[in-house]
């Protein structure tokens, strides 16, 4: 019983204890107040320190006051309302202010904004809405964002309420007389909106309220204030779109109980003479333009609200004009599919399928559809075509090419053709294959190389990555392009083209097996201009953990230049981003990564394959532009080895041959001859016999003159023996050659400073008449066998 009673006594002081302490401060134009329901819980809101605190059901917190506040309860939020007063009275000089919701403390507790303006009578001021504006709605409904607006507007004769009002609506400016009141109300755990209305003064006293309203097919209600006084006109200035038509319909209305003037609806138009209608009478339907509806109250017999007048009315906006239709059936081409879209959304063209107004037509493949136009100019519109090519087995896709050629779009759509998609889906364990139906493709590097006015075709993974764009030209170099994954093809026209004015094939598709690379370029290099070779999704990064490789095929004659232009290499989160070059035909490949030099410049003298492969990102990116040129290489290296070497083999086998001859003849010649060319009569040498004195022997030297430098410097009085002495001495033969000549590449060595020559061409010796009377040639006498010829010693040492 004992603990019964204590638990009783805890409950009670935790119910009456303190909650958690805010200080509350306010400035000179706002004011606070804390107040709960008079029926409700027990617990008060106190005010001040722990020993001179006040508590109640209700406190206000005036202006320019610091307060400390606590409440007696542990949910206080769950009981009481927090009203934030501002005034604004600008009878006297104030500055202006734009009203905003922007209190931030009790953010868990229901909130109540107001803001009082007032100006100096019969004056008006004009409340201005951001874009979207307030939407003016009825009194049970909510608003999506919880942020409820009302309007109250205080006359001589009372209060006129303009209802509530939402965000996001068409209205965007309100002008009231002398005094009103701006309520906002947020709820307990809502962040208020940044929504700002601006207030000023404004010139007259006109009860008036602005609407924008929205292009396209719309229907918006508008209600009349409550509590209008006797010949109170309240007006509603409308803003069409261009070339957009209203009809007024009046939902609901009360007539009030009229002295002697009824209730009247005006409508007015620029350029145009009021209307004056009543209630009963039909409204305004299908005029076209902006125009103004001004609702005023007759002298009325007894004010009240359920006597009062009021006016539900609704405003019917839609497109003026005929539009454009067009019958689309897609049901016999398969995989295709049209979306059109509006280039500018501002314009005023109207699109619709199957009468309902879209902001984007979508036509799905194998559908059926009313497309209708309406003020829509052709280089407005984006109409794309899509067509899905699906390969569901490897072995039914390898059977030839696939043209993707442009589709046949029906002609009553009044607009071109900008744009073709076609999405290939490759199998599993497959690729597709890309290349040109003209020859060779050609890439488009921005900047360096580009396809210029030709149809090109953007080529996409199907994440998004691009591949490269591509077009096909007489400069093209690229054979084919291996892809191992699903991709799209996206041909885009120039200007205002029509992509349905091209007849040829954008590019050749076939399927074949899974490649070992995500990408393989086959290439050709053009020998009179260098090509530009640049990784996937270039100058962007090449996709991570993906690789890359060209195979260039080089002519046999020439040979090639690689030059790294641009590298950009990353920061891997593991592995290495490569680069290798092989050449076709060896083992040996030339790699570079991260943690080495890369070699900017190579020369290859061959076909060969360049692979790039990139790692897992951490930093960077992977980007590499290359360049190949063509030289006209020199004449095989094996053929002019072989040249030299067969040249020098040549030279040693003439020079050990005439070695060879030289020393046989040496050794066999036993009848060596000479000539003697006196100034007298010539005389062979075997008719005198030659004395063996050193005299005579130096009487046989003659004076050699170098006709082409006749300062030869300190030898030049030596004289130099004509002829060198025979081995053996043996009467002379004239004229006669130590050896059988048939070329001119034989000389001899004792006839180099010999300015006569006895031979005039080559082939068999001819001699030379050394006088006028020709001597018989006397027999060759026969050698002694008996014994041997001997040199004299002298004579021997002198030559």
């Known amino acids: 019983m004992i603990w019964l009673l204590f638990g009783l006594l805890l409950l009670l002081a935790t119910d009456t204890s303190e909650g958690n302490r805010v200080t509350v401060t306010t400035d000179r134009y706002t004011r606070v107040t804390i107040r709960r329901p008079a029926e409700g819980p027990n617990c008060s809101v106190c005010v001040g320190e722990d020993f001179s605190q006040t508590c109640g059901t209700k406190h206000i917190i005036t202006v320019s006051q610091t307060t400390q506040v606590n409440f007696t309860c542990s949910k206080p939020q769950n009981i009481f309302t927090i009203e934030i007063n501002r005034n604004f009275d600008c009878s006297k000089p104030c500055t202006y202010d734009s009203i905003r919701a922007d209190w931030s403390t009790f953010q868990d507790f229901n909130r109540r904004f107001t803001w009082k303006m007032k100006v100096t009578y019969p004056k008006s001021f004009q409340l201005e809405f951001p874009a979207p504006g307030l939407r003016q709605i009825q009194s049970l409904e909510q608003c999506p964002d919880k942020h409820l607006y009302s309007i109250l507007m205080y006359l001589r004769t009372g209060p006129v309420n303009f209802g509530k009002f939402c965000q996001n609506g068409t209205i965007t400016r309100i002008q009231i007389v002398w005094k009103g009141r701006i309520t906002l109300e947020v709820p307990s755990g809502t962040t208020p909106s940044s929504f700002a209305i601006k207030y000023s003064e404004a010139v007259g006293s006109a009860v008036a309220i602005d609407a924008v309203l929205s292009h396209g097919q719309a229907d918006t209600d508008f209600l009349s204030a409550s509590g209008i006084p006797a010949d109170c006109t309240i007006t509603w200035n409308f803003v069409l779109p261009p070339k957009h038509n209203f009809t007024v319909d009046f939902v609901k209305y009360n007539m009030p109980e009229c002295q002697s003037k009824p209730v009247k609806v005006m409508y007015q138009q620029a350029n145009m003479a009021e209307v004056e209608k009543t209630l009963l009478d039909p409204q305004p339907s299908n005029y076209q333009g902006n125009f103004s509806l001004s609702l005023r109250n007759c002298d009325i017999k007894s004010a009240g609200v359920l006597s ?22 897609l049901q016999t081409d398969e995989g295709l599919s049209l979306q059109i879209e509006k280039k500018n959304q501002d314009s005023f063209c109207e699109m619709g399928v199957n009468t309902v107004v879209q902001e984007k037509i979508v036509v799905p493949a194998g559908s059926k559809a009313n497309l209708s136009f309406l003020d829509c100019p052709k280089d407005n519109l984006l109409l794309t075509a899509t067509k899905t090519i699906e390969c ?18 029906d002609s009553c759509l009044p607009l071109p053709l900008s744009q073709v998609m076609w999405v290939l889906n490759v199998p599993e364990q497959g ?3 890309l290349s040109s139906p003209q020859g060779s493709l050609y890439l488009s590097v921005p900047g360096v190389q580009e396809c210029g006015d030709t149809l090109s075709a953007l080529v996409s993974e199907a994440d998004g990555v691009d591949v490269g764009r591509f077009c096909s ?16 093809v996206t041909a885009t026209a120039e200007g205002n083209k029509d992509l349905r004015q091209e007849k040829s094939p954008v590019l050749n598709v076939s399927f074949s097996s899974e490649v070992s690379d995500t990408f393989i370029y086959t290439v050709s290099p053009l020998i009179s201009t260098p090509v530009f070779l640049v990784t996937p999704n270039w100058p962007g990064a090449m996709k991570p953990d993906s690789t890359t490789s060209w195979i260039v095929n080089v002519p046999e004659e020439y040979g090639a230049q690689l030059c790294f232009i641009n590298v950009s290499l ?12 092989q050449e076709q035909g060896s083992t040996v490949e030339t790699g570079f990564r991260k943690d080495e030099q890369l070699v900017l410049k190579h020369n290859i003298l061959r076909s060969f394959s360049l692979s790039m492969s990139n790692c897992e990102l951490e930093e960077g990116k992977f980007a590499v532009l290359s360049k190949i040129s063509l030289q006209k290489k020199p004449r095989n290296l094996l053929i002019i080895i072989l040249g030299v070497v067969g040249a020098l083999l040549a030279v040693m086998i003439i020079l050990l041959t005439v070695v060879c001859v030289v020393r046989k003849k040496t050794r066999k010649m036993t009848n060596p001859y000479s000539i003697y060319i006196p100034k007298g009569n010539a005389s062979l040498p075997s008719d005198a016999t030659l004395p063996n004195t050193r005299a005579y022997n130096e009487s046989l030297a003659y004076t050699v003159t170098d006709e082409q430098n006749e300062e030869r410097g300190p030898d030049e009085d030596a004289h130099w023996p004509f002829l060198a002495p025979p081995i053996t001495f043996i009467p002379f033969r004239p004229c006669t050659p130590l050896w059988h000549l048939d070329s ?20 068999e010796a001819n001699p ?27 004579y021997d040492e002198s030559m």
């Open 473 to 488: 030209a007489s400069k093209g170099i690229i054979q084919k392009v291996q892809i191992s994954s699903n991709i799209t």
């Open 744 to 763: 001119f590449d034989y000389e001899d060595r004792r006839m180099v400073d010999n300015k006569l020559s006895t031979f005039k061409s080559p082939g």
């Open 308 to 329: 009062g007048l009021f006016l539900h009315f609704r405003v019917s906006v839609f497109r003026s004009g005929f539009p454009d239709l067009c019958m689309m059936d």
């Open 768 to 794: 030379i008449r050394l006088s006028a009377a020709e001597p018989a040639l006397l027999p060759e006498p026969e050698p002694d066998s008996s014994e041997p010829v001997q040199f004299d010693q002298d």
């Open 392 to 409: 569901g087995g490897l072995s039914s896709c390898l059977e030839g090419k696939t043209f993707l050629t442009i589709p046949v779009v």
């Open 431 to 433: 690729s597709v294959e």
């Open 570 to 581: 990353p920061v891997c989160r593991n592995s290495h981003a490569e680069i290798k070059i």
